[in-house]
């Protein structure tokens, strides 16, 4: 392994710090995402059933044993019951503002990533190549012996490049559908417990 770094040059060094950034945010968003995860309609179902059977403390109490952002923002929305919907939209947005950077946590950082290794494993082939064309022009001569080097480190550096763009590229894209399943998932269901917490039968 270390060996594989040396040979592909300079560029190298920093397209192993990358690698090891991309597994990091892999395994936090992964973690995450496991911890975070509910079914939103179960949420909701059972939130309901709560705050109709037993009161919005009950619905509260339950939204805090489930944890993760969308209990924390139907939590939110709960703890305005009875003061009317423009103060419990009001509180789902607040809460929304600081839950949803939490699932975007690290994504954009990914993306970046992800961009920034293909340019740089490029960047490799191209001193790769200069250094080739060097070796040949103090040689005078055009053996395979004499650019070896250079094109090694070309090569190398432009797989290396394309090894961590494309699993950071495809688990941004993963972890960005999620995100997105799950706000609108969520602006579904607090439109409805909206709906459920101004019932009559409810207050």
Same mark, same amino acid.
């Given at each position: 392994?270390?060996?594989?770094? +040396?040979?592909?040059?300079?560029?190298?060094?920093?397209?192993?710090?990358?690698?090891?950034?991309?597994?990091? +945010?892999?395994?936090?968003?992964?973690?995450?995402?496991?911890?975070?995860?509910?079914?939103?309609?179960?949420?909701?179902? @059972?939130?309901?059933? @709560?705050?109709?059977? !037993?009161? %919005?403390?009950?619905?509260? !109490?339950?939204?805090?044993?489930?944890?993760? %952002?969308?209990?924390?923002?139907?939590? !939110?929305?709960? *703890? *305005?019951?009875?003061?009317?919907?423009?103060?419990?939209?009001?509180?789902?947005?607040?809460?929304?503002?600081?839950?949803?950077?939490?699932?975007?946590k690290?994504? %954009?950082?990914? @993306?970046? +990533?992800?961009?920034?290794s293909?340019?740089?494993?490029?960047?490799?082939?191209?001193?790769?190549?200069?250094?080739?064309? @060097?070796?040949?022009? *103090?040689a $005078?001569?055009?053996?395979?012996? +004499?650019?070896?080097? $250079?094109?090694?480190?070309?090569?190398?550096?432009? &797989?290396?490049?394309?090894?961590? !763009?494309? %699993?950071?590229?495809? &688990?941004?894209?993963?972890?960005?559908?999620?995100?997105?399943?799950?706000?609108?998932?969520?602006?579904?269901?607090?439109?409805?417990?909206?709906?459920?917490?101004?019932?009559?039968?409810?207050?």
């Open positions: 392994m270390i060996s594989f770094v +040396i040979r592909g040059g300079v560029m190298m060094y920093p397209l192993v710090i990358a690698s090891i950034l991309v597994v990091a +945010i892999i395994i936090d968003r992964l973690i995450y995402f496991r911890r975070a995860e509910v079914d939103e309609h179960d949420l909701f179902i @059972n939130v309901k059933k @709560n705050l109709k059977e !037993a009161g %919005p403390d009950a619905a509260i !109490a339950y939204c805090e044993r489930t944890g993760g %952002p969308v209990a924390a923002i139907f939590r !939110a929305g709960l *703890q *305005q019951y009875g003061k009317g919907r423009e103060k419990i939209e009001d509180s789902f947005e607040r809460e929304a503002l600081i839950e949803v950077p939490k699932l975007k690290f994504l %954009p950082a990914l @993306n970046t +990533i992800g961009s920034i293909t340019l740089m494993g490029f960047t490799g082939t191209v001193l790769g190549m200069i250094r080739a064309f @060097n070796s040949i022009a *103090q $005078g001569t055009t053996s395979a012996g +004499i650019v070896a080097g $250079g094109i090694g480190e070309a090569l190398t550096t432009t &797989a290396a490049g394309l090894v961590i !763009a494309i %699993p950071a590229l495809i &688990a941004y894209h993963y972890f960005s559908h999620r995100v997105e399943s799950i706000l609108l998932e969520l602006e579904k269901a607090s439109r409805n417990l909206i709906d459920v917490m101004e019932e009559p039968e409810s207050v």
